[in-house]
């Protein structure tokens, strides 16, 4: 089992930043991590994605040159540092982590491990 806990979210005016992160513990940390979030009435989209195995990194494309995933081994903890922050951006952002090897997932079915998702809400 892999516990996941979000932390860092908040009200943010449009153009500042924020960074949260996700604290995982349980079973070995596994090498891909990805974000993911949900704005009130729409499907979970997902945002990020970290393999550290192989060293890549994607994002979905309203979020390139803005955000950027980061993970930190020692402290078994991703982070996602959000800059250029926009309205469209309000959502419950959510860490998971997927359950069996895979490359770059960006399916929230991939994943087994969710967090309890943390708001980030910004302002115009």
């Known amino acids: 089992q892999v516990q996941l806990a979000e932390s860092g979210g908040g009200l943010v005016q449009a153009g500042g930043s924020l960074r949260i992160s996700c604290a995982a513990?349980?079973?070995?940390?596994?090498?891909?991590?990805?974000?993911?979030?949900?704005?009130?009435?729409?499907?979970?989209?997902?945002?990020?994605?970290?393999?550290?195995?192989?060293?890549?990194?994607?994002?979905?494309?309203?979020?390139?040159?803005?955000?950027?995933?980061?993970?930190?081994?020692?402290?078994?903890?991703?982070?996602?540092?959000?800059?250029?922050?926009?309205?469209e951006d309000t959502a419950v952002y959510y860490c998971a982590a997927p359950g069996k090897l895979s490359y770059l997932p960006s399916s929230a079915i991939e994943y087994e491990y969710w967090g309890q998702g943390t708001q980030v809400t910004v302002s115009s």
């Open 25 to 87: 513990s349980g079973r070995t940390f596994s090498s891909v991590m990805g974000w993911f979030r949900q704005a009130p009435g729409k499907e979970r989209e997902f945002v990020a994605v970290i393999n550290w195995g192989v060293g890549r990194i994607d994002y979905v494309d309203s979020v390139k040159g803005r955000f950027t995933i980061s993970r930190d081994n020692a402290k078994n903890t991703v982070y996602l540092q959000m800059n250029s922050l926009k309205p």
